[in-house]
């Protein structure tokens, strides 16, 4: 019975003393030990500190202490996230062993309203690739699908979502990492608008575009998780100093007349045929809904990629240049200390992210600065131009998630600009600084198909409105894998 509550109904569970707090954490730590070991969503499994966290929920209630909306609900944290005492790989062999001296401040939230962590989930090296293919540690697997990827980077966190190891996940999504994973293992996955979560505390990989955003099965739990991390925070500058509404609240009101853009772009070729025939459908449910669907046209998309890619490595080359030995976990002694540096980071980083360091370093370099990231920026304003152009007439975006559902492992990985390409409809909400949201809306065989809602700055309320109307009519978001039992350790290495 408890594994398909939702968080929700977790809380109000834990609230009115039917479920112990402490009796949803021990089932979904049962959960995890039978089947993480053919998903592997997990870097760190954190047992003790999750029932322990669960305990004292349970101790608060019987005390008459009033609980937070989330108290008592279990969570799963991309391990690009600081915990204060468990170590924070990032996937990478160059933190291995790095222990964090303090939270990160959606963490630090998240302990003060009781929400137990159940451990760190696996993603690409530093947040950089679309697949968990690059992670240093081990390959995480689709929970529909055990020879396909989970998307990337927060694959960990989609998949302990889809595979009911945790009702709600943390990830971080910098060109599409929440939005393409949730796609590909039938989740809901929300970026909110640049600067409406504080990023203390997470690690970063490019600044002017990273945020942290919920996993879920329901739009309603992924507006409760919102609620409990979004707000400001002095500690981060780019984070907004405006209270941030009460989403979850807002979920219920009566669902007035959304003009809904379908911006021509996004639906051109590279659509498979299972994805153009979801979109189809979900376009007519949604007029069902009332909603008004409208072309409209988003002329720079084909810029996108590029632009992310001149942009992201830029401040990625500059974020990673604290990894020299001295300070955070891997150290190659040797006894000159710029041969340290070297040795450090040659082994420590892989190779994806050898690739961005080297890419970030030619466009920041003088000679090049102007003709490639200056350019890059000057572009990313007439993407967010574009944008505001549409939103003159239409309230949201409506676009694939992704151009294909999971693929499978090993398929793009020799070719870096095929797995690049897999975040093509995702990347611009970033580079724009939109909130956007993934939603599942249909399947191609056992594989999800994601439907991704776009809206202008600070409309995370009406997207997860939308999602919420749309769930309350259909059941895509229920579909469960049947998970496998087999070791995945035994199948295929980690790149
Ligand atoms: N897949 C993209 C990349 O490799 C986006 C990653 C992310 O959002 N963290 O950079």
Redesign the pocket.
């Known amino acids: 019975m408890i594994p398909t509550l939702t968080a929700a109904e977790m809380a109000d569970r834990v609230r009115s003393g039917d479920l112990r707090a402490a009796e949803i954490c021990e089932a979904r730590l049962a959960h995890i030990r039978e089947h993480d070991p053919a998903v592997r969503a997990f870097v760190t499994v954190m047992e003790p500190e999750a029932l322990k966290a669960a305990e004292e929920v349970d101790l608060r209630r019987k005390s008459g202490v009033a609980l937070s909306p989330l108290a008592g609900v279990p969570i799963a944290l991309k391990d690009n996230l600081c915990t204060r005492g468990v170590e924070t790989t990032c996937s990478s062999k160059i933190l291995k062993g790095f222990i964090p001296p303090y939270d990160a401040a959606v963490v630090e939230r998240l302990r003060a309203g009781g929400s137990p962590f159940l451990g760190k989930t696996n993603l690409d090296e530093f947040?950089?690739?679309?697949s968990t293919e690059n992670s240093a540690l081990f390959l995480t697997r689709n929970p529909h699908d055990p020879d396909r990827v989970p998307g990337?980077?927060s694959g960990g966190s989609a998949c302990a979502v889809a595979a009911d190891f945790a009702p709600l996940a943390l990830g971080?999504?910098?060109?599409?990492?929440i939005r393409q994973p949730a796609a590909f293992c039938g989740v809901v996955g929300l970026k909110p608008t640049y600067g409406r979560v504080s990023r203390y505390g997470l690690i970063a990989?490019a600044s002017s575009l990273d945020q942290i955003g919920p996993f879920a099965r329901t739009a309603r739990d992924a507006a409760l998780l919102l609620d409990a991390i979004a707000g400001p925070d002095p500690r981060d500058s780019t984070c907004l100093p405006d209270p941030p509404p009460a989403f979850a609240q807002a979920l219920d009101r009566p669902f007035e007349k959304i003009r809904v853009g379908l911006p021509k772009e996004y639906f051109g070729e590279g659509l498979t045929g299972p994805v153009t025939s979801a979109l189809d459908r979900l376009k007519s449910e949604l007029k069902d809904l009332g909603c008004e669907l409208k072309d409209v046209s988003l002329p720079h998309t084909s810029c996108a990629i590029p632009v992310y890619y001149l942009i992201?490595p830029a401040e990625a080359s500059s974020n990673l240049a604290r990894y020299d030995g001295v300070q955070y976990g891997l150290r190659v002694e040797t006894k000159d200390l710029i041969q340290q540096y070297f040795k450090t980071r040659s082994e420590g980083f892989g190779r994806e992210v050898k690739r961005r360091i080297m890419l970030g370093t030619f466009a920041l370099s003088s000679g090049y600065y102007d003709a490639y990231y200056l350019k890059a920026l000057k572009v990313r304003r007439l993407i967010y131009e574009d944008f505001m152009k549409a939103f003159a007439d239409v309230d949201v975006l409506l676009t694939p998630t992704t151009p294909t559902p999971a693929f499978r492992f090993g398929e793009k990985v020799a070719d870096p600009l095929q797995m690049y390409l897999s975040?093509i409809f995702t990347i611009s909400a970033n580079l724009a600084g939109l909130p956007a949201i993934s939603f599942p809306c249909g399947f191609d065989g056992a594989l999800p198909i994601g439907a991704q809602l776009i809206g202008p700055a600070l409309s995370e309320g009406r997207l997860l409105r939308i999602v919420h109307e749309y769930q309350k009519n259909s059941d895509w978001h229920l579909r469960r894998p049947r998970l496998a039992r087999r070791d995945a350790s035994r199948v295929g290495t980690a790149a």
């Open positions: 947040a950089m690739g679309s990337g980077s971080s999504d910098t060109g599409g990492s990989f992201a975040d």
